[in-house]
């Protein structure tokens, strides 16, 4: 039987089952494909005002990450976040679990920082001192060092493979890894003091934890800067996504002036450009060329922008080359843009009442922090109540209940603190000798609170426990509960 008579006597086939002719392709029709391979770019090296500002940063942050590690502070290292033993040393400081609050500090100081920042000049930060920016400034170097000048690298990954392309790249890579490497040691010696670190290393007797985070830090920088580049920019990075709810028409922004630049076309020096009707763009592309993101701020503000100012260096070279007057692509705002305002004006229009508001609690919050750190008391003491005997009658025909303190010394020094307790007549604590703490350390002791049977109600009473520092200021008093069985 033939589909149509079944479909005759049984009535249409579902739209499941239906044979749907498709139309051939007429011939010559080229197939378009909706998935476009990524490029790889190749930014063109330049010098200027925003490239040595980029290499200042990039000396500046790179000193700090791989030489602090190896700054001594006393017997110890300056910076270290000993997480085995819980303490985190930070020059003179000593901070525990506790001082947490010191990192939320830090956290929002530097969300508000990040915030200002971004309202005054758009992506200072991606621009000059994120690290992705960072170490793909470096591997770039590096490449450009022993593969050549722009021109020389589009060439040699286009040709065919050959024993000079085969030792640049194997060399290229070899130095790579070393950063990279050397990048995840760095890394591990802020957790790990480095020097005992370096030692373990040379010996091949680093534990599995280090070994897995060198490595592990060393991949993530030699695929990042390596191989992703501006890939993590456009779209890893959660911060191209959302950075134009920080923008308004007043921030700073790398900006393309299009009633001065077009109509744009190629010429050279001796043109009149007036006399033809044309802009001051020569339509070189080296704006293009320099863009480590590949994008062309001609065509506007794009989210792929780092606002590093690249363009505006290899911009400002043609324009002095041709005897134009520089700024055709300069950090400027939309409104100074539009109504041509002169730099006066601009500035006064920066420093808006929302980029005040957030310098004010910037500067509020920094304060209020190092004050704290400074008035900050070198002790800390955790009270734990001992479960295995709430209350018991001890000699004498007292009534005792035990704790167990936690006495943190967050001093270079060894400390001797002497214990006291109040909030009960007759209270006695034992031991009543002074309780010696080694520099940097905490130790448990066991305390005993007696007050005299019978002299209070049954129930639960609040005493204070007090914990001094002996021959100095530092004190800390604890709450605690006291309870009398029935």
Same mark, same amino acid.
């Given at each position: 039987m033939t589909a149509t008579s079944a479909s005759s006597r049984h009535g249409a086939l579902p739209a499941a089952q239906r044979v749907i002719p498709i139309a051939a392709e007429p011939e010559g029709a080229?197939?378009? +494909?909706?998935?476009?391979?990524?490029? @790889?770019?190749?930014?063109?090296?330049?010098?200027?005002?925003? +490239? $040595?500002? $980029?290499?200042?940063?990039?000396?500046?942050?790179? =000193?700090?990450?791989?030489?602090? &590690?190896?700054?001594g502070w006393g017997e110890r290292q300056a910076v270290l976040f000993d997480l085995a033993a819980r303490r985190f040393y930070l020059f003179g400081l000593v901070l525990y679990?506790?001082? =947490?609050?010191? =990192?939320?500090?830090?956290l929002v100081i530097s969300a508000l920082a990040l915030f200002l920042f971004t309202a005054v000049a758009g992506r200072?930060?991606?621009?000059?001192?994120?690290?992705?920016?960072?170490?793909?400034?470096?591997?770039?170097?590096?490449?450009? @060092?022993?593969?050549?000048?722009?021109?020389?690298?589009?060439?040699?990954?286009?040709? &065919?493979? +050959?024993l000079e392309k085969g030792v640049k790249k194997v060399y290229k890579h070899i130095v790579w890894i070393g950063i990279a490497l050397?990048?995840?040691? +760095?890394?591990?010696?802020?957790?790990?003091?480095?020097?005992?670190?370096?030692?373990?290393?040379?010996?091949?007797?680093?534990?599995?934890?280090?070994?897995?985070?060198?490595?592990?830090?060393?991949?993530?920088?030699?695929?990042?800067?390596?191989?992703?580049?501006?890939?993590?920019? @456009?779209?890893?990075? &959660?911060y191209a996504r959302f950075q134009s709810a920080m923008f308004d028409r007043d921030t700073l922004i790398v900006s393309y002036d299009p009633? $001065?630049?077009? &109509?744009?076309?190629?010429?050279?020096?001796s043109v009149d450009a007036r006399a033809r009707g044309l802009g001051d763009c020569i339509d070189c592309g080296l704006c293009v060329q320099v863009c480590p993101t590949g994008i062309d701020i001609r065509q506007g503000l794009q989210y792929e922008c780092i606002g590093c100012g690249q363009c505006v260096d290899a911009c400002r070279t043609v324009m002095q080359k041709m005897d134009y007057p520089t700024g055709l692509i300069r950090y400027d705002t939309a409104n100074g843009m539009a109504q041509g305002w002169r730099r006066a004006q601009l500035w006064r229009r920066v420093l808006r009442p929302r980029v005040l508001v957030y310098a004010g609690v910037l500067l509020l919050l920094s304060a209020g922090m190092l004050a704290s750190l400074v008035v900050r008391t070198p002790l800390k003491?955790?009270?734990?109540?001992?479960?295995?005997?709430?209350?018991?009658?001890?000699?004498?025909?007292?009534?005792?209940?035990?704790?167990?303190?936690?006495?943190?010394?967050?001093?270079?020094?060894?400390? $001797?603190?002497?214990?006291?307790?109040?909030? =009960?007549?007759?209270?006695?604590?034992?031991?009543?000798?002074?309780?010696?703490?080694?520099?940097?350390?905490?130790?448990?002791?066991a305390v005993r609170l007696s007050i005299p049977y019978g002299s209070v109600a049954p129930g639960s009473h609040g005493?204070?426990?007090?914990?001094?520092?002996?021959?100095?200021?530092?004190?800390?008093?604890? @709450?605690?509960?006291?309870?009398?069985?029935r």
């Open positions: 080229a197939t378009v +494909s909706l998935y476009a391979a990524s490029r @790889k770019i190749y930014p063109r090296a330049v010098s200027g005002v925003f +490239s $040595r500002w $980029r290499w200042a940063l990039v000396f500046a942050t790179q =000193l700090v990450f791989y030489g602090l &590690p190896w700054l679990p506790q001082d =947490l609050i010191y =990192l939320s500090g830090l200072l930060w991606c621009g000059y001192a994120c690290p992705q920016t960072v170490y793909s400034e470096i591997f770039l170097w590096v490449e450009q @060092k022993i593969e050549g000048s722009r021109a020389a690298r589009m060439r040699l990954d286009g040709g &065919p493979m +050959s050397w990048t995840g040691f +760095s890394f591990v010696g802020y957790f790990t003091p480095i020097r005992e670190l370096g030692l373990a290393f040379l010996q091949t007797r680093m534990g599995s934890w280090e070994v897995f985070w060198v490595f592990f830090y060393g991949f993530a920088t030699y695929g990042n800067a390596g191989f992703m580049r501006e890939q993590v920019c @456009k779209y890893m990075c &959660p009633g $001065r630049g077009e &109509p744009r076309a190629p010429r050279g020096r003491v955790d009270v734990v109540r001992d479960r295995a005997a709430l209350a018991r009658i001890a000699e004498g025909g007292r009534l005792e209940n035990v704790y167990r303190l936690q006495i943190m010394n967050a001093s270079e020094q060894p400390q $001797r603190y002497r214990l006291s307790a109040e909030g =009960l007549d007759g209270i006695a604590v034992s031991p009543d000798t002074p309780v010696e703490v080694g520099p940097a350390e905490s130790r448990w002791v005493v204070h426990i007090t914990v001094a520092q002996e021959g100095g200021s530092a004190q800390v008093v604890e @709450k605690a509960a006291f309870l009398v069985p």
